[in-house]
């Protein structure tokens, strides 16, 4: 089972270049989620999505859109990058929203932008 | 505020020795407590999850305390492989039902040397 797969695992922008991340389980889960990984800091939140055809922002939405495509894909975008977007990306999943559920991470998307 | 810190931030330990994380956090309602294990370039792994009644949990050499009292988890890693070189993430789960939210520590970051 491949769980969560994230595309591309690394990318680098010039600030201002737009660029979507793409996610998809093979779980049929219900949930999906969009984290960022910082030195220093825990994951935080960005956007997630309860089920298909709801979004709803987290802890740090600014900068970045989503779109639920369907229940196994979820995807980020960013419009124009910016050097405080320099992060590692994480895309999860769980079966549905709350925390009675164990995340499935991907790998990680790493982006820097210059 | 809820808060979930970790400490140490960083380890280094011989092959074959124990060690014990610590996690301390400050949530209110508290569901449970999961350590993750995150490997570099990976995305983080449940180890371990702990409901408010449950004062210990065991994953082969990996084995977690909970004190809701003093609202203080520890990971303890038994005869240390090199696999284990990784950091291990608390998380801290709150609310409830669907509308329960996570916490993530910063993370301890642990190298095991031959």
């Known amino acids: 089972n491949a769980g969560v797969t994230q595309t591309p695992k690394f990318q680098v922008l010039k600030t201002g270049q737009s660029m979507t991340l793409q996610c998809a389980q093979d779980m049929n889960h219900n949930s999906m989620y969009w984290y960022r990984q910082d030195p220093g800091m825990g994951l935080r939140l960005i956007y997630y999505?309860?089920?298909?055809?709801?979004?709803d922002k987290g802890e740090v939405p600014n900068g970045y859109n989503v779109s639920r495509l369907n229940k196994r894909e979820f995807s980020l975008r960013l419009e124009s990058a910016a050097p405080s977007q320099t992060s590692v990306y994480f895309c999860?999943?769980?079966?549905?929203?709350?925390?009675?559920?164990?995340?499935?991470f991907g790998s990680g998307t790493r982006l820097t932008v210059v | 505020k809820n808060q979930v810190e970790q400490s140490p931030q960083s380890l280094i330990i011989l092959e074959g020795k124990n060690c014990t994380l610590q996690c301390n956090y400050t949530v209110s309602p508290f569901s449970n407590l999961r350590w993750y294990k995150q490997d570099t370039g990976r995305g983080p792994v449940s180890l371990t999850i702990m409901t408010f009644s449950e004062n210990t949990k065991s994953n082969g050499r990996y084995t977690a305390t909970l004190d809701a009292d003093t609202k203080q988890s520890s990971l303890h890693i038994t005869a240390s492989q090199l696999s284990d070189s990784a950091s291990y993430i608390c998380v801290v789960s709150y609310g409830s039902g669907n509308t329960g939210k996570l916490i993530f520590g910063q993370g301890t970051t642990l190298q095991v040397k031959p």
């Open positions: 999505s309860a089920s298909e055809g709801t979004t």
């Open positions: 999860a999943s769980t079966p549905r929203t709350g925390g009675n559920y164990g995340y499935t």
